[in-house]
């Protein structure tokens, strides 16, 4: 087992220096010369996808806060209305479905039996399956309309990392593909992400040579009981990830939230000491940033200890910041692929430093077969 690790104490952090690779090789073939996608795997006809007149994501675990991200991706370049679900409940609500309905599946190990049973009920329902898998040949992807394929390779660690990043990856590229079928209303935008997504291998490379403070943190902070998350647009749900792999690996009590509803409850949880992990959208997104650098400050006010993740350049949150994290700057609908990074980092380097075993957290499985 030691050589299959490759030389790292754990899969996990093998998997987490794979994502530059895992993302190129799931962009590998899809983007043309002349900036335009080709999902030949796709199996459903262009006519079919221009009918779509609503999407529902389903997924679970890690997966679902992918589908959370692609919700803002999927709407904002196609205007198609996008609901998301967790797989255990969609069929218990009696979904609102017709073949006009496209329901986007997503699974790394294309086993788990609530996404399985949801995706049954979809297509009991006469809706559209398209699934995004890492694993050929497994029963989801055997069982969808259509696939698209991550290409991350065997993910051993239970906590998924690389997949993750894959997953964004092929729900960026069938947001953009719908967009593009369906003639977008914004071609010059989608032209400019698709460029944008050709740099992002590079740009999680080099949020990977920058981990070294991110392990250090996760040491020092090893003996904490609570973290809370905070983020807004797509950072809430990289936050929600962030808070995802410190329960799973750290068993701490960690928590994400939405950083406007932080006024709402959360803030009342801020108490001297408490580390809060704040993810901040770009800069160039002044509703979105300056609404964050407040929150910084408020809970900051309450003794809180800020550790911000922003991206390169951004000043306007240093004076509130006990440690800042840089990332590569990217759009605000990818940042997730640089910013989920520090949070697995973080959550792997702490749970080791409290002694845990970093692949196999107790309770958990790889894949979830049962309902
Ligand atoms: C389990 C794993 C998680 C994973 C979830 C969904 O709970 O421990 O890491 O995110 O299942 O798995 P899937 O294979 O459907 O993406």
Not at 193 to 222: C, F, N, Y
Not at 225 to 245: C, D, I, M, S, T
Request: proline content about 5%; glycine content about 6%.
């Amino acid at each position: 087992a030691a050589a299959e690790k490759g030389g790292y104490d754990y899969f996990m952090d093998k998997e987490i220096d794979e994502q530059p690779q895992a993302v190129a090789d799931t962009l590998l073939g899809r983007i043309s010369a002349e900036g335009r996608l080709q999902l030949d795997e796709m199996r459903m006809s262009e006519s079919e996808l221009r009918s779509v007149d609503k999407v529902i994501v389903i997924a679970a675990g890690t997966s679902y806060h992918a589908g959370m991200i692609a919700k803002y991706a999927i709407e904002h370049w196609t205007r198609i209305p996008v609901e998301v679900e967790l797989a255990s409940e969609f069929r218990y609500r009696d979904p609102i479905l017709t073949r006009d309905t496209l329901v986007l599946v997503i699974s790394q190990s294309g086993e788990t039996a609530d996404t399985l049973m949801a995706l049954r009920h979809a297509k009991d329902q006469h809706a559209r399956v398209l699934a995004i898998c890492n694993s050929n040949g497994a029963t989801i992807p055997r069982e969808a309309d259509a696939v698209v394929y991550t290409h991350g390779g065997p993910e051993i660690a239970v906590a998924s990392t690389k997949a993750f990043l894959t997953q964004l990856i092929a729900c960026y590229l069938v947001g953009l593909y719908l967009a593009q079928v369906r003639a977008a209303k914004f071609p010059d935008e989608i032209a400019d992400i698709l460029e944008q997504l050709s740099q992002a291998p590079a740009k999680v490379r080099e949020t990977l040579d920058r981990m070294g403070p991110v392990r250090e943190l996760g040491r020092l902070l090893k003996d904490e009981g609570r973290v809370l998350f905070l983020g807004r647009h797509v950072g809430y749900p990289v936050a929600l990830e962030g808070a995802l792999k410190l329960k799973e690996l750290a068993y701490v009590h960690a928590e994400g939230f939405a950083a406007g509803e932080l006024k709402h409850g959360p803030i009342a949880l801020v108490d001297q000491g408490l580390p809060v992990v704040v993810v901040v959208p770009p800069a160039d997104r002044p509703l979105l940033h300056d609404k964050i650098v407040s929150n910084i400050q408020e809970i900051r006010a309450r003794g809180a200890r800020t550790i911000v993740i922003a991206e390169d350049g951004d000043t306007a949150v240093a004076p509130f910041a006990d440690t800042l994290i840089y990332v590569p700057e990217l759009p605000t609908l990818l940042q997730p692929l640089v910013a989920t990074v520090p949070l697995q980092v973080f959550a792997s380097a702490l749970a080791d430093a409290k002694g845990l075993d970093v692949d196999q957290p107790r309770n958990l499985a790889k894949s979830v077969t049962v309902e």
